[in-house]
């Protein structure tokens, strides 16, 4: 079966540091991996998504993720954080055009940034 | 993208009653479900909202506690029946209509007393 595992629960850093939030997951194919992140109150909002080709995808706001399949990786970087970025991140993993049970959350990473 | 709206935003309820929540995507699209995010937890799918027929639900979430409508392509509805304090959680809509991404709405907060 498929998961997800973030090791970092939370995790804090300073405004203007660089960030970067680790997710592996496993995954029987070549998966579809997914950053969201869901701001205080808010719904998830997608930052970037890994389907093929180039390994090192560009989301919003400034982030950035590599895939690493010899390491079934997905690790979420930016290289300067803002005090916007405090949010709770998901990374998720799923199969093409299947949303049901193969779609999978990882448990989230909290990012509180220091002013 | 789609745009996706829940109502209500948040409600705090009484133990025993049902709270039924609404999702209106600003346009068609093919598949909607409903997740569950209790406090401090990941999301978990509640079901895939069928559009003319019963919804599919996920292993440990039964129909007479989560029953689920979509009459149509761009609504669906989620209730809580039989609340309990357990049942207290985020509850969020989300849609897919073959772009290989979901879409997810702001969520509907529910706190049960």
């Known amino acids: 079966a498929q998961s997800v595992t973030q090791p970092d629960i939370h995790i804090t850093v300073s405004e203007g540091a660089s960030l970067e939030l680790r997710c592996n997951y496993s995954?029987?194919?070549?998966?579809?991996l997914f950053w969201y992140v869901q701001s205080p109150g808010q719904g998830l909002q997608l930052l970037l998504k890994?389907?093929?080709?180039?390994?090192l995808v560009q989301g919003i706001k400034g982030f950035e993720a590599e895939f690493k399949r010899s390491q079934s990786s997905f690790n979420l970087r930016k290289p300067s954080v803002h005090w916007s970025d405090a949010a709770e991140y998901f990374c998720?993993?799923?199969?093409?055009?299947?949303?049901?049970?193969?779609?999978?959350f990882g448990p989230g990473t909290r990012l509180s940034v220091l002013p | 993208s789609a745009v996706i709206s829940q109502k209500p935003s948040r409600d705090i309820c009484q133990r025993g009653t049902s709270l039924t929540i609404q999702c209106q995507v600003d346009?068609?699209?093919?598949?909607m479900f409903w997740y569950r995010q209790q406090p401090g937890q990941s999301l978990t799918l509640i079901a895939t909202?069928?559009?003319?027929?019963?919804?599919?639900?996920e292993s440990g979430f039964v129909i007479d506690k989560f029953p689920i409508s979509r009459p149509n392509l761009t609504f669906s509805t989620l209730t809580v029946s039989n609340m309990s304090p357990e049942d207290s959680s985020i509850y969020l809509c989300?849609?897919?209509?073959?772009?290989?991404?979901?879409?997810f709405g702001p969520g509907t907060r529910l706190t049960v007393l």
């Open positions: 995954y029987g194919a070549t998966p579809y």
């Open positions: 909202a069928n559009q003319g027929s019963e919804a599919t639900y």
């Open positions: 346009s068609q699209v093919t598949m």
């Open positions: 998720a993993v799923g199969a093409p055009l299947d949303y049901g049970q193969n779609f999978v």
């Open positions: 989300s849609v897919a209509s073959g772009s290989d991404e979901q879409f």
């Open positions: 890994y389907f093929s080709g180039d390994t």
